[in-house]
């Protein structure tokens, strides 16, 4: 317990952690002004593009910033000990290793489940209140599953983050990685000849949520075959398998 509140406190004190959840939280802000903008596209089309107006679930078009910006908590939540050499005196008071990043692992990945369904459920409401009469809009209990397990990535993104700055020690280099991994890869992905692309795309974190919850993914940029346990398996996998590569770095070198 006093380790974890040892990173409570470290994590507190870093100026950034308090800008990223900020920034996370104006996702909300970014799909109210999402919203105004489709409203005013709506009211100045011709009635018979009104009747087959559709609009992309908000709470999915501006997941992306708190998935990043917790990304990026995690990466600077240990890389920020390598700069400033606090890291030493970190594994010098828990000489075992693995504790302290079981501690930021449970700090950053907490707040992660803290930001996440704020941000999906408050947009979730704000695009049904304001969008509700002009567009069609799923009920509470049909969005419901894909919404909690929305909102699980972005603490996934937040252990993902954790682990390259564990293994890689420096900002800019798991920031870059995390990116690539999450952002580039499925756009790489999505342009290969079927049936990779919708093999490759079945396990992609953007189409694990809706695979989880059994939601209709016919829509869907990604691929839809795995059923919700496995995608439920792989998702864990996108947050263990860093972690697991970081704790291994962190006790083989020195600090």
């Not at 991994?181 to 992609?204: A, D, K, Q, T």
């Amino acid at each position: 317990m006093k380790v974890l509140a040892s990173e409570w406190v470290k994590i507190r004190s870093i100026r950034s952690s308090h800008l990223l959840v900020g920034l996370s939280l104006g996702a909300i802000l970014l799909a109210v002004a999402v919203a105004f903008s489709a409203i005013g596209m709506y009211d100045s089309a011709p009635a018979s593009m009104r009747r087959s107006a559709r609009i992309a679930e908000l709470e999915e078009v501006v997941l992306i910033v708190p998935q990043l910006c917790m990304g990026i908590m995690g990466v600077l939540t240990i890389t920020s000990e390598y700069a400033t050499g606090l890291i030493r005196t970190s594994l010098a008071l828990v000489p075992r290793r693995w504790p302290v990043l079981m501690a930021k692992s449970a700090v950053v990945g907490g707040l992660g489940l803290v930001v996440g369904p704020i941000v999906v459920f408050v947009t979730y409401a704000m695009a049904k209140a304001m969008l509700e009469s002009r567009y069609p809009v799923a009920s509470f209990g049909e969005r419901f599953p894909t919404l909690v397990t929305s909102s699980v990535t972005v603490a996934v993104f937040a252990l993902i983050g954790l682990g390259l700055g564990a293994a890689f020690r420096s900002a800019a280099g798991a920031i870059a990685v995390l990116v690539g991994l999450v952002y580039v890869i499925p756009i790489v992905v999505g342009n290969l000849p079927e049936p990779w692309s919708e093999r490759l795309g079945s396990v992609m974190i953007g189409a694990l949520p809706r695979e989880i919850s059994g939601a209709d993914l016919t829509s869907s940029v990604y691929g839809a075959l795995l059923p919700p346990v496995v995608a439920g398996v792989v998702l864990a996998l996108y947050a263990v398998v860093p972690l697991l590569a970081g704790a291994l770095l962190l006790r083989r070198r020195d600090a």
